[in-house]
């Protein structure tokens, strides 16, 4: 009886565990961003995120840096796809879950295939800086962590994202099922107002 016990108790305990670590893959249908910042005085800044729907009423477009820390006050962090093995790998460290593994080497592939199926549009902020700004609708599973939890190598052409205090959080894509590019008007519809 008590090894019987034992047991129940052993599997509850990994059922938990799966299902614990489960809870950070979300699936979603998002808006993908990526903003790429230029101006005559710095090297161009990348920096990329996801949400449901953009308020562009809630855009600071006075300059780079004030514009990109609005869009993150509605929208969530998404690390350059370059170091997407580095970011996974941290991930499992986190949660300790290796089936991740398997995602191991897809991200320059998931970038390609956002890229291929974006539509764009240039902004002119305030400062003269010019954004170019690239959206895709994915559907897909996403992990999710807290920035506190994570340690990300730092990226060259980005704002570090320890100076963002807006960026809370961090997804990134592990299985993108759908890309679709959205249309000039839902763009103009998403963007009103910003040139």
Do not use: W
């Amino acid at each position: 009886m008590k090894s019987k016990l034992t047991l129940l108790i052993a599997i509850l305990s990994v059922s938990l565990k799966a299902f614990s670590f489960g809870s950070e893959t979300q699936k979603d249908t998002l808006l993908y961003f990526e903003f790429d910042i230029r101006s005559v005085t710095n090297y161009p800044i990348v920096m990329r995120g996801i949400m449901k729907k953009l308020d562009h009423s809630k855009l600071d477009l006075s300059n780079g840096k004030n514009f990109i820390s609005s869009f993150y006050k509605q929208g969530y962090f998404v690390p350059n796809l370059l170091i997407y093995d580095d970011v996974l790998t941290e991930s499992i460290r986190i949660s300790n879950d290796t089936t991740l593994l398997k995602y191991l080497g897809q991200g320059e592939k998931i970038r390609n295939l956002i890229h291929r199926n974006s539509r764009g549009m240039k902004l002119i902020l305030n400062s003269g800086e010019n954004v170019f700004i690239r959206i895709t609708r994915i559907t897909g599973l996403f992990l999710h962590h807290s920035k506190k939890e994570m340690r990300l190598p730092s990226i060259s052409d980005e704002y570090s994202i320890n100076d963002i205090y807006e960026i809370v959080d961090i997804y990134l894509p592990t299985e993108i099922f759908y890309y679709v590019k959205p249309s000039r008007k839902c763009v103009r519809h998403m963007t009103n107002n910003l040139d």
